[in-house]
């Protein structure tokens, strides 16, 4: 899948999040959506088996940020910090259509976001960034102009 547009050098990072705001005020990412949905109790037999046996293939692939940095999820020091994928972390997205297929059965939200710009990078390794989002995106503020964040199609399911 490639996340770097025909003639344009920029790398635009890809991030799948709930288009609403959770009680924290936050955008859920589609790891956590799925997992909500789990702990209501919410997933079939076999929803529940692709989500166990997919969040496992995901904590052995790479890094939870936090294992690095316990605060790097802090809401007093990073608030609203936010995980995003790198282009370059193919292998990661490929599963990312099972877990939409899934909240979409079930009627949840999930919005696919990119942007070459999409806040101050407060973790960094070879697969992904995670974020404080830039003020003026973080809110909706009168007259601003909007972030470089757009729409994307979700690549085919690769058979696993």
């Not at 936090?66 to 990661?92: C, E, M, Q």
């Not at 939409?100 to 070459?116: E, F, P």
């Amino acid at each position: 899948m490639e996340m770097i547009e025909a003639g344009d050098d920029t790398v635009h990072y890809v991030r799948f999040q709930s288009p609403h705001r959770n009680d924290r005020g936050h955008f859920t990412g589609v790891f956590g959506l799925l997992n909500n949905l789990a702990r209501e109790g919410r997933l079939t037999d076999e929803q529940e088996s692709f989500r166990r046996r997919n969040n496992s293939w995901y904590d052995a692939a790479y890094t939870d940020p936090s294992t690095v940095d316990p605060r790097v999820y802090d809401d007093g020091i990073n608030p609203g910090a936010a995980a995003w994928f790198k282009p370059t972390a193919v292998h990661l997205l490929a599963r990312v259509p099972g877990y939409l297929r899934i909240l979409a059965a079930h009627g949840v939200d999930c919005q696919v976001l990119r942007s070459a710009d999409p806040g101050r990078v407060v973790y960094e390794d070879d697969v992904q960034i995670v974020v404080v989002p830039h003020a003026l995106h973080a809110t909706a503020v009168p007259g601003a102009s909007a972030p470089d964040v757009r729409a994307v199609e979700v690549p085919e399911p690769l058979a696993e």
